[in-house]
């Protein structure tokens, strides 16, 4: 699977491209076609960045990543 890294993942907000997509737990998923993220915005949160610590205080769980595409794995990040 494709790796990106959080500067590739961030121009995918569905303002400076097409696509539409977020990170969890270190996959990356693609939510282009959904209409709760149109304009790359969902509620509080925006497109083109890693979720994984906002989710708690989503009124749903992790499942609802299961009806979105992975399309890539989130880089690791070495910053000190």
């Known amino acids: 699977m494709k790796e990106y890294t959080k500067s590739q993942l961030?121009?995918?907000n569905g303002q400076d491209r097409d696509e539409i997509?977020?990170?969890?737990r270190g996959q990356i998923y693609d939510v282009?076609?959904?209409r709760l993220w149109r304009d790359g915005k969902h509620y509080e949160h925006w497109a083109g960045q890693d979720l994984?610590?906002?989710?708690p205080?989503?009124?749903?769980?992790?499942?609802v990543f299961d009806k979105?595409?992975?399309v890539g794995i989130l880089a690791?990040?070495?910053?000190l």
């Open 10 to 12: 961030a121009l995918r």
């Open 21 to 24: 997509w977020v990170a969890f």
């Open 32 to 34: 282009t076609h959904s």
């Open 52 to 55: 994984t610590d906002e989710l």
């Open 57 to 63: 205080d989503a009124p749903h769980t992790e499942t």
């Open 68 to 70: 979105f595409e992975v």
């Open 76 to 79: 690791v990040s070495h910053e």
